[in-house]
């Protein structure tokens, strides 16, 4: 296995508390996975005043990544990055968690007062029950936030929503953590991560695809600057939706203008006969068109004859 970076501290203790708040005193900090959100948090941490005992970085763009933002911090295999700390950052794929736990416990690397937090959205503490054996304590925070793994990323942690699982009675070193990274801890119950998780993923990533396919429609008819178009536009939108909810609906589909939709449909048909590629343009409107008809008509906003011509129409 491979780790980065060693870390000072009293392996095998109970992680020290600083004060009666729970906040954590300084921690020797290992780093497993120095991608977009490994690299930063570790910085974040370090700046707190932590310190980080290793990273774990494999791939060429993770070693430089841990050089930009985690300097002098060496570059450790995983065994020796858990030797080293106190307190264990994961910060690796969700499906390449539950076996990498799994097989550092089965291997005798987890000690008592191990301190392991991993960042998956998808689980909670659960996924972490190998280490309780060995008397560790898991935890589990998740960023609220898309990562691009450069130094600009430690300003927007500032306030950044953290979904945090934890036992009780270490649910506030949990939190602190959060905070001392400029976070907001949000509790999460066990039993909701995958909803949880479901949730934000379907916010940024599908924001990103609806996003990339307007900018395909508009660069279709010549458009050059497709992102100048688009981002008052979906800016304002955002913000709108954020804090009017469904209330905030505008457009053909809302009003009930089935014509207008209707001809939106065929162009997107005309588009994908031209370019297969563009196929999954008329899916996703046509989904997305169907979907807004059923909020505006559940809140009242689209009449009957309209919401169910549309609903013919997308069906």
């Known amino acids: 296995m491979s780790v980065d970076e060693p870390a000072t501290g009293d392996v095998g203790a109970v992680p020290r508390l600083a004060n009666a708040d729970s906040r954590p005193g300084r921690l020797g900090i290992g780093v497993i996975g120095a991608g977009r959100?490994?690299?930063?948090?570790?910085?974040?941490?370090?700046?707190?005043g932590h310190a980080l005992t290793g990273v774990h970085a494999v791939s060429e763009a993770s070693r430089t990544r841990a050089e930009a933002l985690l300097p002098e911090v060496p570059v450790l295999e995983i065994p020796e990055i858990l030797r080293r700390s106190e307190m264990v950052l994961f910060a690796v794929p969700d499906d390449?968690?539950?076996?990498?736990?799994?097989?550092?416990?089965?291997?005798?690397?987890?000690?008592?007062?191990?301190?392991?937090?991993?960042?998956?959205?998808?689980?909670?503490?659960?996924?972490?029950?190998?280490?309780?054996?060995?008397?560790?304590?898991?935890?589990?925070?998740?960023?609220?936030?898309?990562?691009?793994?450069?130094?600009?990323?430690?300003?927007?942690?500032q306030d950044c929503a953290f979904g945090v699982t934890a036992d009780p009675v270490v649910l506030p070193i949990a939190q602190a953590l959060v905070v001392e990274m400029g976070g907001e801890p949000v509790p999460i119950a066990e039993a909701d991560r995958p909803t949880y998780h479901a949730a934000l993923a379907h916010a940024s990533n599908h924001l990103v695809t609806l996003t990339a396919q307007s900018r395909q429609l508009l660069e279709h008819i010549g458009v050059t600057a497709p992102d100048r178009m688009l981002s008052n536009l979906m800016h304002a939108a955002l913000e709108n939706s954020l804090i009017d909810g469904d209330a905030a609906l505008t457009g053909p589909v809302a009003r009930g203008d089935v014509g207008t939709v209707t001809r939106h449909l065929a162009v997107l048909a005309t588009l994908v006969a031209d370019d297969p590629d563009a196929a999954d343009l008329l899916d996703t409107y046509r989904a997305l068109s169907l979907a807004t008809a059923e909020r505006a008509h559940a809140r009242g906003a689209l009449p009957a004859p309209a919401y169910r011509s549309l609903r013919e129409l997308l069906s």
């Open 37 to 48: 959100v490994g690299a930063v948090l570790g910085a974040a941490l370090r700046n707190a």
């Open 96 to 157: 390449v968690l539950p076996e990498l736990i799994t097989g550092l416990a089965d291997a005798g690397h987890i000690v008592t007062g191990h301190l392991l937090v991993h960042t998956s959205g998808r689980f909670g503490t659960a996924v972490m029950n190998p280490v309780r054996a060995h008397g560790a304590i898991p935890l589990a925070l998740h960023p609220a936030m898309t990562f691009t793994g450069l130094s600009l990323d430690l300003a927007r942690l």
